[in-house]
């Protein structure tokens, strides 16, 4: 016996935007913010309540999920993932928000491409290595690799 699925339609829709900003779809755009002057690209999902400042670039690919907020003259590579539910009862939450943590990104941040951003805290004039897993708050500036990322050296 087949049956038809329930359809949902992928699309920008109750989206605060900035002055200039550029999205390139398809993208899944729902509820959010997004600062002036911010480049949003092709197969990203910005959920709602999530916060993007001005004059950053989302790349392809990229799930930002909700209660995530980014600061301004930040760039987030292709694919990277935002988390907000660790599974704290051994399982997803399924459902029940008041299981999921905020992420807060400071201004002048750039995650690179498949890092996964756990709940955190992220200050500002950071850098975020390729395929980095940030699982604890970063509250000094530099630059941070691996998994779990850690602190390699200062920005010059």
């Not at 092709?42 to 993007?52: L, N, S, T, Y």
């Not at 941040?109 to 992220?122: D, Y």
Request: hydrophobic share 40%; net charge positive.
């Amino acid at each position: 016996m087949f049956h038809q699925p329930k359809l949902y339609k992928v699309g920008i829709r109750d989206v605060v935007f900035g002055e200039n900003v550029k999205v390139i779809e398809p993208c899944n755009l729902y509820e959010c913010k997004i600062g002036a002057n911010t480049f949003i690209g092709p197969f990203v999902e910005i959920q709602k309540d999530v916060v993007i400042g001005d004059d950053c670039k989302i790349q392809s690919h990229t799930f930002i999920c909700e209660l995530v907020t980014i600061g301004n003259n930040c760039f987030v590579g292709h694919g990277v993932m935002f988390i907000n539910d660790l599974f704290s009862n051994g399982s997803p939450a399924n459902g029940d928000k008041n299981l999921w943590k905020k992420t807060k990104i400071g201004n002048h941040v750039s995650i690179g491409s498949n890092a996964t951003i756990l709940p955190v805290e992220i200050c500002d004039h950071v850098v975020i290595g390729a395929g980095a897993v940030v699982t604890k708050s970063i509250t000094k500036s530099g630059i941070y690799v691996g998994n779990p990322a850690k602190f390699i050296r200062s920005l010059k």
